[in-house]
């Protein structure tokens, strides 16, 4: 099974716009957020911690991974140029003579959507930027998204109204242009030692989206680190995907 490892670009509440009034570390979140549920079927996916920046941890020696532990790295971004320009982009390192398909392929499917391509046919090359410099270095698979414009009106607008289906177009770039199978063999966990267990929202201590009891099966869908450097596992459980303690799942027969 492939493994992910998504990254949300900076924290919440980053990178405010006047203009628009959002911010770009929640929006970095919240698609994140998206994308390692809709992934959870298809891949490994590890989301590394949300309420760090891994440009700082990794400009300060402080990574909570290791790149090489991961097939694919996708950094989650939006850009701002002072209200007045529109667009998204996939971006990679200049000097990256791999295969596009699964980035052009995403970003195709965000066109389609409505958002104008930037760069050539929505792809721009860099080598300015440190996260994707190392896995450069490391040679280990690395592109980073700039969704759209968060201090852009229109593109806001359009966002708002379709980050569900700009979620999935990312999703599907990724599951289909990879090849990756929808995964039955899902690892089932038995939460135990406690008498109700929290689902949270993400790998950390915070928003619980769902509370099951001891005894209950869950799926372990992949893991998630918390700002501690502590695994979490995603699970599902029903219809709701979220993450738990680890302490207190036993891995059992399915
Ligand atoms: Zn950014």
Known sequence: MKSILLVSGHKSGYNKSDITGVNEGDLNIELV??????LADYALVTVYPVDRDMYQDNRENKLLVNYKD????????????NGSARGSSVQLHTDYTGGISVEQ??????????FKKR?????VRRNDLMNMNKAYREKVDYALLETCF????????????????????IADGIISAFGLDM???????????????????????ENIIAIVKAGTKLKIRGAGKDSDGDIWYQVTYKNVTGYVWPKYIEFVDR
């Open 105 to 114: 392929c995403i970003i195709d499917n965000i066109a389609l959507l409505g």
């Open 33 to 38: 957020r998206m994308l390692a549920v809709m």
């Open 119 to 123: 760069g050539v046919n929505g792809i």
């Open 183 to 205: 995964d039955s063999s899902d690892a089932v966990g038995i939460v135990k030692d406690c008498s109700s267990l929290n689902v949270r929202e993400m790998p950390n201590h």
């Open 70 to 81: 991961y097939d694919y790295i996708f950094e989650v971004h939006f850009n701002a140029y």
């Open 150 to 169: 968060y201090d852009n009106k229109e593109d806001m607008r359009l966002y708002e109204q379709k980050k569900s289906e700009v979620a999935w177009a």
